[in-house]
């Protein structure tokens, strides 16, 4: 029996890397609290990124829940359901109410013709989606926005790297929030931050991070604790210095499946976006049973019984959760909840062999007609 081959596999550096990334910590002692390593990957996280700035976090979604925080938000906010419960339950917890938009079945990124349809007089802001890596419209969110005096924080845990037009994708919006988890592009272990231009914002964030604390004796703001230890910080050092090269394993990956699955009759694979340099965070695929000759839920149970592990990202949809008690009626996004039923993203991570990958292709394929 082959060893499983889970949805993904975190990128690692060697012991010996990360050890010397941590030698001085046993110096300063210095385990957390904005430390040197801390300092360090926010600078390199800039220049890598192509931002003006970060913010560092635990994880992505504290960067979430602490921007839209930090902006003072009340009243609606426009997001999409297919996501992570991360993008909904940062605005449910900050006292906000989502208004579902439904998405764009090519790419899976929120469908900006619905946006303006449903802006009232209390939408404050927008909270897209770049999923899988993919990018949503950033220039029409940007058209609308600045239209209706709307804040925009786009949820950018999937688009570590991602740029568009040769500009970094955390530069679009008010706020851009990264995740850093164990199973992203890019990880710190668990991690996150937070891109931003707006200095007076910054600072708020950093406060709400740092409970509120404005200096020794002064705390004038009611913050929690997000903020990103060392250790994680070192791994984020290490892995920093790997990523282009995980990326481009990434890609191969991609490629093997491509060659294998585009173009078959009910499959729908990823785009490929005109301007943008992807990031290969996920391989999802859609599959029209009828056309295909099997359904997602077939091919998930088939690949399960070979020890492969994909995984129904994202399904069920947020507006069905039952945590919102029947709230949102998933019906007013149907292209999300069909894609939702039939999308099964495939193993994706640096370290997957070129024949693993090929093996787990041609089991796709021998579900079909
Ligand atoms: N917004 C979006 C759009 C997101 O996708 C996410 C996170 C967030 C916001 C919030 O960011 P964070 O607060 O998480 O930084 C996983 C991740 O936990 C989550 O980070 C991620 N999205 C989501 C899409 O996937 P699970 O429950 O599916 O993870 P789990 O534990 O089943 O792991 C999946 C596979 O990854 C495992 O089968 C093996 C591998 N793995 C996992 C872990 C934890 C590793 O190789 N190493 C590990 O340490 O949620």
């Known amino acids: 029996m082959n060893k499983p081959i889970l949805v993904t596999r975190s990128s690692m550096p060697s012991l010996e890397e990360y050890i010397e990334e941590i030698r001085d910590i046993w110096e300063s002692h210095q385990l957390t609290n904005m430390g040197e390593k801390h300092q360090k990957l926010q600078k390199e996280l800039c220049s890598y990124l192509d931002v003006d700035q970060i913010e560092l976090f635990t994880n ?7 921007s839209m925080q930090a902006m003072h938000l009340q009243g609606e906010v426009i997001t999409t359901p297919f996501t992570f419960a991360s993008t909904t339950h940062a605005i449910v917890r900050n006292g906000l109410e989502p208004v579902f938009c439904d998405i764009n079945p090519e790419d899976f990124t929120i469908d900006v013709s619905k946006i303006e349809d449903l802006i009232t007089d209390r939408t404050c802001a927008i909270a897209p989606v770049h999923v899988y890596g993919n990018i949503c419209d950033v220039e029409e969110i940007e058209r609308i926005a600045g ?44 991690g996150g931050a937070v891109s931003y231009t707006d200095a007076d914002f910054g600072l708020e964030l950093y406060r709400l991070k740092n409970f509120g604390i404005r200096g020794p004796e002064v705390v004038d703001g009611i913050g929690a604790n997000a903020k990103m230890n060392e250790f994680c910080a070192a791994m984020g050092l290490c892995n920093l210095k790997h990523v282009d090269k995980e990326i481009e394993k990434r890609a191969a990956v991609a490629g093997i499946y491509r060659k294998l699955l585009e173009g078959v009759d009910g499959l729908t694979l990823n785009p490929e976006q005109d301007g943008v340099k992807p990031n290969y965070a996920y391989f999802p695929v859609v599959f029209d049973e009828k056309r295909f000759g099997a ?9 399960a019984d070979e020890g492969i592990f994909a995984r129904k990202y994202f399904y069920p949809l947020t507006n069905s959760f039952s945590c919102f008690h029947g709230k949102y009626d998933v019906n007013e996004t149907p292209k999300a909840l069909y894609v939702s039923k ?22 796709v394929l021998a579900c079909g007609k």
């Open 147 to 190: 239209k209706y005096g709307l804040k925009v924080i786009y949820d950018a845990a999937h688009t570590f790297g991602v740029t568009y037009k040769g500009r970094g994708i955390g530069s679009f919006g008010d706020a851009s929030c990264f995740s850093f988890h164990a199973t992203k592009v890019f990880n710190s272990i668990e």
């Open 60 to 66: 992505g979604h504290m960067a979430l829940e602490l």
């Open 295 to 303: 359904s997602r839920n077939e091919v998930f149970a088939r690949l």
């Open 342 to 363: 039939r999308v099964l993203t495939l193993p994706m991570y640096a370290e997957l062999a070129p024949e693993e990958a090929e093996r787990i292709g041609r089991i």
